[in-house]
């Protein structure tokens, strides 16, 4: 039996490639299927990075079984697969996306002829479990964004770019990747909407409102010429040095402008989730709330119905005398 080869998520096909226990045929399978993924379904990085990891586990757990080409996988070794990721306390929700890697991966593979039968067409996906995502309420919103604003009234850059980011954040609901990929001219000031690159290089614009509006003139009028160099590019949002401003940054900066008012410490995410929420309190119907928030599917959405009736649900035991 060949020796096992040591997995991570974001294997690549480089990463297998000097292993003696892989075969030379599923190593260049994995190159081909990357780089279908990205250039055929224009997939980001981190996406790309998932899939490949998630099927390069799929390989090695037919290198396992005794198979040493993709012919040999069928609807029982797929079943195997995903008992095995069980055993090893994976989540519902891990198996759900491992199942979904393998039956895009295995329809490919026969669409290119590369295996006679599509056995993941077979492949039931766990259902993950729908937890209720962490959103602030309305008045912890308001409390984290006035201390933003207090933070940016010294006229510091990066005070300035600080209280803009989540002013977006809040006021859009886009995600923290798609904010630190977007450029100057992704920002239409005179109509206060903003254009977004999604999951998949899916174009949308999303509107933003008065508040956001103002935090954004004052960064780009006043703050970014002076954290501006060189090479800065047409980021709209840089970090200290003048580069686009990464994830991580973004990410610690929220963290950060939370913990000043002692709200529910959220991640980016978590802004998103609050903007959805918020959106479906005021009245917004789910499926501009999909459209905003840039889901495939409504049933991604839909979890939000979920978080206001469960806020409904307390408000009622709380204040009706025979809750």
């Not at 994976?90 to 393998?102: D, E, G, P």
């Not at 300035?160 to 920002?187: H, N, P, W």
């Not at 005179?190 to 954004?216: C, I, Q, W």
Request: hydrophobic fraction near 40%; charge should be positive.
């Amino acid at each position: 039996m060949p020796g096992r080869l040591t997995h991570r998520r974001d294997m690549t096909p480089d990463d297998v490639s000097g292993n003696p226990s892989w075969p030379e045929g599923f190593t260049q399978l994995l190159a081909d299927y990357e780089r279908h993924l990205t250039a055929e379904r224009d997939l980001s990085t981190h996406s790309v990075r998932a899939y490949i990891g998630d099927v390069a586990d799929l390989l090695e757990h037919l290198i396992r079984l005794g198979h040493d080409e993709l012919g040999g996988l069928d609807i029982r070794g797929l079943r195997s697969w995903l008992a095995k990721q069980q055993s090893l306390g994976k989540s519902r929700s891990t198996m759900a996306r491992r199942a979904t890697a393998a039956r895009v991966f295995t329809a490919w593979a026969q669409r290119t002829g590369r295996i006679g039968t599509d056995p993941g067409a077979l492949l039931a996906s766990p259902k993950p479990h729908k937890s209720l995502p962490g959103v602030l309420g309305q008045a912890d919103t308001r409390a984290v964004l006035d201390a933003a604003a207090v933070a940016a009234d010294d006229g510091s850059p990066v005070g300035l770019r600080d209280l803009a980011i989540m002013e977006l954040l809040y006021a859009t609901g886009i995600r923290v990747g798609e904010l630190c990929a977007l450029d100057v001219d992704d920002i239409d000031r005179s109509r206060r909407v903003v254009r977004v690159f999604g999951k998949g290089r899916k174009e949308r614009s999303v509107p933003y409102g008065v508040p956001a509006a103002e935090a954004l003139e004052r960064w780009l009028a006043e703050a970014r010429p002076k954290l501006a160099r060189e090479g800065s590019g047409p980021a709209a949002f840089l970090g200290a040095r003048g580069g686009r401003i990464d994830q991580r940054a973004v990410r610690r900066m929220v963290h950060e402008r939370i913990a000043v008012v002692d709200a529910p410490d959220l991640a980016p995410h978590g802004l998103r989730h609050t903007a959805a929420t918020h959106l479906l309190e005021g009245g917004a119907d789910l499926r501009s709330v999909q459209e905003l928030l840039g889901h495939a599917s409504l049933a991604t959405t839909q979890v939000y119905t979920h978080v206001s009736g469960e806020r409904l649900r307390k408000a009622y035991q709380q204040a009706h005398p025979r809750a």
